[in-house]
């Protein structure tokens, strides 16, 4: 028997939605938000009946009866860590992602929301998969140098996940038999080890750790960036705008376009030929980091995100990580497919399906 899951995946001004009959696409759109209309909603949440219309308005377009999916899957934002796996949108977790328990305000909010009204509207069950917030750190990750300052995990674990379950089923393998460093190379970078299905360490890619990005600032040095609040007079908020939107190559070359960034250092702006290899240097030390994490047993370097289209840092990680482990690129993401997949497994009972309680995997170490 094969499985009708319908999937949501809420961005800034446009939801992508999927219908998949098992593995197989039967419709999928990006339908489009009118960008001046969202910014009259206080809150994410407050989109959710313009949302729910305009997805409406494109499902009769397209001729797609909702009535025939066995499910709905949404993009879990706003909710506190969990381990990894697939979850029923139960009412402490829509509760959550409805006021954003995690202190994120992001579109993945919505996700859980929409799936839940489609839901109820024709008599099915919610779920997510694999959520933002998944956390599956080993402690010894979690310690930095200051005391009460832990390291939390925001990263692309929808994706990242399904990559490394998708790769070891190609190679015969089974995800927790495997160990993986897993990259989501885009807008945002995330880079993470895996041992034997569990995500056991990565960087917090919302709160500047990791490499630069297009949008995100990445790592950066404390006690310079101390000094330059302290010397421009920058606000906490216009730091933390770095970590998301406002630092990497939008700070150096006003641009988040990473074709345009290589156009550009093609035709000879020495600075944006060295922060495009700054961007490519760091995601291989990042790579590097995680080898050591995993003791040098690396079965592979998994590289999915909109970036890896582009050979030439495809190459540039092989020639500098290759030797860890064979380099296997995914270009583009799978999240469509990742909700889908999660759900199916569940239901065909090759996964127990996870309840959320609404108390963070971790709540510290107790001394």
């Not at 925001?154 to 927790?176: F, M, V």
Request: aromatic share 8%.
């Amino acid at each position: 028997m094969s499985y009708k899951i319908f999937t949501i995946n809420p961005g800034s001004t446009s939801t992508k939605i999927a219908l998949f009959d098992g593995e197989k696409e039967l419709f999928s759109a990006n339908v489009r938000h009118e960008a001046d209309k969202l910014k009259t909603y206080a809150t994410v949440s407050d989109q959710l009946p313009y949302r729910e219309e305009t997805i409406m308005n494109e499902l009769a377009k397209a001729g797609i009866d909702l009535s025939e999916a066995d499910a709905f899957c949404g993009r879990g934002g706003g909710l506190l860590a969990v381990e990894g796996g697939t979850y029923s949108v139960n009412e402490t977790l829509l509760d959550h992602a409805t006021a954003g328990a995690n202190g994120v305000q992001h579109p993945a909010q919505l996700g859980p929301q929409l799936a839940k009204k489609f839901a109820d509207k024709y008599g099915k069950k919610a779920y997510v998969v694999n959520p933002p917030d998944t956390d599956e750190l080993q402690d010894v990750a979690r310690v930095t140098g200051i005391k009460g300052v832990y390291r939390n995990v925001h990263l692309h674990a929808l994706n990242l996940k399904e990559t490394a379950i998708r790769h070891a089923a190609s190679q015969g393998k089974k995800y927790e038999e495997q160990n993986y460093i897993v990259c989501h190379i885009g807008g945002g970078t995330s880079i993470s080890a895996h041992r034997q299905g569990l995500m056991v360490d990565g960087y917090d890619i919302v709160g500047g750790e990791g490499p630069m990005t297009p949008t995100r600032c990445g790592a950066v040095p404390m006690a310079e960036a101390v000094r330059y609040m302290d010397k421009t007079g920058k606000t906490v908020k216009e730091m933390l705008g770095f970590c998301m939107k406002n630092g990497g190559f939008v700070d150096h070359l006003g641009t988040s376009d990473a074709i345009e960034v290589t156009r550009m250092a093609a035709n000879g702006n020495q600075e944006a030929a060295l922060v495009w290899e700054a961007m490519i240097y760091q995601i291989n030390k990042a790579i590097g980091s995680m080898a050591s994490v995993l003791e040098g047993k690396v079965d592979g370097i998994l590289l999915g995100g909109g970036m890896v289209h582009n050979r030439d840092l495809v190459k540039a990680i092989e020639k500098t990580n290759g030797w860890i482990a064979p380099v296997y690129a995914y270009p583009g993401e799978f999240e469509m497919e990742a909700m889908a997949s999660g759900v199916i497994r569940v239901l065909e009972g090759k996964e127990a399906l996870k309840e959320y309680t609404g108390i963070p995997r971790w709540r510290g170490f107790g001394f």
